[in-house]
């Protein structure tokens, strides 16, 4: 290569300034734009792969020969009617649609807060493992995680991250929509908690900005949340008041899906939008994505 | 070192090394995914069980009848048990393979067994039961609970598979089992021949077995049959095997020259030699000791002993409980854990939930199913969840909500039954969402002290306080279905929200 002369370096350097000094939203168009969220309603067994497509389709994540981890919420040993973990048949469309999609390896992963075993038993999650390249980790042990550094963060500076997901191609979040007495819900960015090893630590701190940092952290590339019922009190464990929605959320933007999921149903008999929940809008203000619904585009469709 | 077996021997290893492959998938068995079927036989036909339990509860065990069938077969083929089945045994003569030139001269204590049988039941009739420490099915239980299960998962968290075992107490069942062991040096088979009680109650009914060994015409008296019997029951001096002593392995029969022992039908029952004196040094120890065994046992002390769900009343409990270990074993939290001095003296090994180990799961109900003894009953999951074992209390000044102002409630999060409720309540002109504890719901299962996040004592902590403990009927009542069906009971909205006015 040519040396590169003194004016074609200052020439090099202005530019480079100037593009520092343009607005962000310039440099960023792709990210700004609406994100789109996926609303599927309907007949349970459909919902997944009908949410899936109206944000671009499972190929748009992912490509065959990929390692693919699907975090669903498994923490509690209820019975699956009870709201407080993922519904098995939604998690299985999704692993179905991974392994059409060509997936080498599939790990349904969850640090759960109850025992594990009772927790797999209980969630019924084992009818999602149908394939020999589908397993099931439960996070339990120390093991299992790495250190992550947390640049800028003020509630966290360092945390312990699953490593299955280091390792992975892609990282699909599939809460289930619950309330939670601390954090008001529990959706895709408070789920992210059963990806790390010390979960009580967050407790100790500030929680609702915790939680936005660990976004910050652990980035799934798409959450899909499991709205076909919500507890919408008594969560996260309950028992509490489970209503049937019927209902898949799904978006790239981990903000806006949970911002938009919060308005489907009441919590504690109440109303409430995405920018009421403390840990969203942190997590919004952190620019992790759009909180405000009227900025996104919302496909709907009923299968 | 060389190991030679003598093909004599082959059929009585094969055997032993089946039942103790028996003995130890059972324990492997003993999980929680696993149903409950063979998996604590072995102890139901324990004889030994039967009778001190029996006698201490003063109530029939209907759960060891069967061992009624071992009485029954040793009363035809003498103590079998001990030279075939018995695990301990089995292990005794695998370390023995590795001891080297034992002395011969044994000391003859084979009186020991006796006088130990005879100080379990004096003390046993005074209501307490020292079962543990003798019997053999209870010793090789526990240390494969708790001193195996964590070495072998130990090194298999090495290699990244399994799940953690810890117990509180493994150092004094190892050196329990050290030193049954190590009796070896003394003489072989030295805790079976003069110390084992279950051995000991067999050879009662050994001496008057109707299948004996005896000798038959043209012993040379070489001697090598004196030297080769590992209980030392065979006398050439006085031409006779003693039947209490046997145990049946078959040695004698295969390896005398000159082929004169044989096993045959014999009435006559052996002389069993006890002195007066003995016989009542050894009551008189059962009696002293007893009472002995209950001190540091004290209500008030015990305020943290929380006993598995459904355990029977504690004193019962205590007569009952052979402090094998199975519970802890099977506990998928790892919360039950071996008492030290919690439940007094002679409640050392008896199990204790050790909430902030693991918590009392509510789907689970394994420890009542394997428990040989019903000493934890074997509640239906629906009336275990019922089964209180003490109540939880929070400790304000150490809990985060309370005195730092956190957004914690763990313990909400984690109770199952919906017991504490986080509500708003202003401390220092702050008004935040603090956990309340129902104690009319709590059940005591400490999933909440397991999970409070802070450091050492948990700021929520169970205490036996309230617990239930029947010997029967239901621990359901319409108050407390009532009081748990809360799905519209009051909650404040949780801090997570913004309220906008």
Redesign the interface.
């Known amino acids: 290569m040519d040396k590169i002369t003194r004016r074609e370096f200052i020439k090099i350097g202005a530019g480079a300034a100037l593009v520092t000094l343009l607005p962000k939203s310039l440099l960023n168009a792709d990210k700004t734009a609406a994100p789109v969220i996926g609303v599927a309603e309907g007949d349970n067994s459909k919902l997944v792969k009908a949410a899936v497509d109206l944000v671009g389709g499972i190929d748009k994540f992912m490509k065959a020969g990929d390692v693919v981890c699907i975090k669903p919420n498994l923490s509690?040993?209820?019975n699956i009617d009870c709201g407080a973990t993922t519904n098995p048949a939604i998690v299985r469309q999704m692993v179905q649609l991974c392994l059409d999609a060509g997936a080498s390896r599939i790990i349904v992963l969850d640090h759960t807060?109850?025992?594990?075993?009772?927790c797999v038993?209980?969630s019924r999650i084992e009818e999602a493992i149908i394939d020999k390249k589908v397993s099931l980790v439960t996070l339990?042990?120390e093991?299992q995680y790495t250190d992550v550094d947390v640049p800028g963060g003020k509630e966290l500076n360092r945390i312990q991250v699953a490593k299955a997901i280091q390792n992975a191609d892609l990282l699909i979040n599939m809460p289930t929509a619950k309330?939670?007495?601390?954090?008001?819900?529990s959706l895709g960015l408070k789920s992210l908690m059963g990806l790390i090893w010390d979960r009580?630590?967050l407790?100790?701190?500030?929680?609702?900005r915790a939680i936005a940092e660990l976004g910050t952290v652990i980035k799934p590339g798409l959450t899909v949340i499991d709205a076909t019922r919500a507890l919408t009190?008594?969560g996260?464990?309950?028992?509490?008041?489970t209503v049937v929605l019927n209902k898949v959320v799904a978006g790239i933007d981990p903000v806006a899906v949970d911002s938009y999921t919060v308005g489907i149903a009441q919590?504690?008999k109440?109303s409430?939008t995405g920018?009421?929940?403390?840990?969203i809008?942190a997590a919004a203000d952190l620019g992790l994505g759009e909180i405000d619904t009227a900025n996104m585009r919302i496909k709907q469709v009923k299968v | 070192m060389k190991l030679r077996i003598k093909r004599s021997r082959i059929l009585r290893w094969i055997v032993q090394i089946l039942f103790l492959g028996l003995f130890i998938t059972a324990f492997v068995l003993t999980r929680?995914?696993v149903p409950v079927t063979f998996q604590n036989l072995f102890f139901k036909f324990d004889p030994l069980i039967l009778l001190v339990v029996s006698i201490a509860y003063r109530t029939v065990l209907a759960a060891a009848m069967l061992s009624l069938l071992t009485v029954a077969a040793t009363l035809f083929f003498g103590r079998f048990f001990c030279g075939f089945i018995c695990p301990l045994g089995t292990t005794i003569d695998i370390f023995d393979v590795f001891v080297k030139k034992q002395k011969k001269a044994a000391p003859i204590l084979r009186s020991g067994k006796y006088l130990i049988l005879t100080f379990l039941l004096a003390a046993a009739l005074l209501g307490t039961s020292f079962l543990h420490f003798f019997d053999p099915l209870a010793i090789f239980e526990r240390s494969l609970t708790l001193i195996f299960y964590p070495a072998a998962m130990y090194i298999a968290?090495i290699f990244?598979v399994g799940?953690?075992a810890i117990y509180t107490e493994s150092a004094i069942a190892f050196l329990f089992l050290f030193i049954i062991l190590g009796l070896n040096f003394i003489s072989q088979r030295f805790w079976c021949r003069n110390v084992c009680p279950l051995g000991g109650l067999l050879a009662l009914f050994s001496k008057s077995a109707v299948f004996k060994f005896s000798f038959a015409e043209g012993c040379t008296e070489c001697g090598i049959c004196e030297k080769i019997c590992p209980t030392g029951a065979i006398s050439i001096e006085k031409m006779s095997v003693d039947s209490g002593e046997c145990i049946d392995c078959l040695r004698c029969l295969y390896e005398c020259p000159q082929h004169v022992f044989e096993y045959k039908i014999s009435l006559a029952p052996k002389r069993l030699d006890l002195s007066r004196r003995q016989l009542i040094g050894a009551l008189g120890a059962g009696i002293i000791i007893a009472p002995l065994a209950n001190s540091l046992l004290h209500r008030r002390l015990s305020g943290r002993l929380i006993r598995p769900p459904g355990s029977i009343p504690e004193a019962d409990f205590l007569d009952i409980c052979i402090h094998c270990g199975k519970c802890m074993k099977v506990c998928?939290?790892n919360g039950l854990q071996p008492c030290i001095l919690e439940a007094g003296v002679n409640g050392l090994w008896t199990p204790r939930l050790a909430a902030r180990i693991?918590g009392c799961?509510?789907?689970?109900n394994m420890c009542g199913q394997v428990c040989p003894t019903s000493a934890i009953r074997n509640l239906p999951l629906e009336e275990k969840t019922y089964a209180k074992m003490g109540t939880a209390v929070i400790d304000r000044a150490r809990c985060?909500a309370w005195e730092q102002d956190?957004?914690?409630?763990?313990c909400?999060?984690?109770?199952?039954f919906?017991a504490i409720s986080?509500l708003n309540e202003t401390v220092r002109g702050t008004t935040l969402?603090r956990p309340f504890m129902d104690e009319r719901i709590c059940t005591g299962c400490g999933?909440c002290e397991a999970?409070?996040?802070?450091e050492e004592r948990a700021a929520i902590e169970v205490y036996s306080i309230g617990e239930e403990r029947k010997r029967r009927g239901s621990y359901i009542t319409e108050e407390k279905i009532r009081l748990r069906a809360?799905?519209?009971?009051d909650?404040d909205?949780?801090?997570?929200?913004?309220?906008?006015n």
């Open positions: 509690f040993a209820s807060i109850h025992e594990a075993t009772l038993e209980r339990q042990q093991r309330s939670h007495s601390a954090t008001g819900v009580g630590y407790h100790r701190v500030n929680l609702d009190t008594g996260p464990g309950g028992p509490g008041k919590w504690y109440k409430w920018k009421q929940v403390k840990s809008r | 929680y995914s968290g990244n799940m953690r998928p939290t693991g799961e509510k789907n689970c985060i956190r957004v914690c409630l763990i909400d999060e984690a109770c199952p919906a986080s969402l999933l999970r409070c996040p802070i809360c799905e519209e009971k909650e909205i949780p801090s997570g929200f913004i309220i906008d």
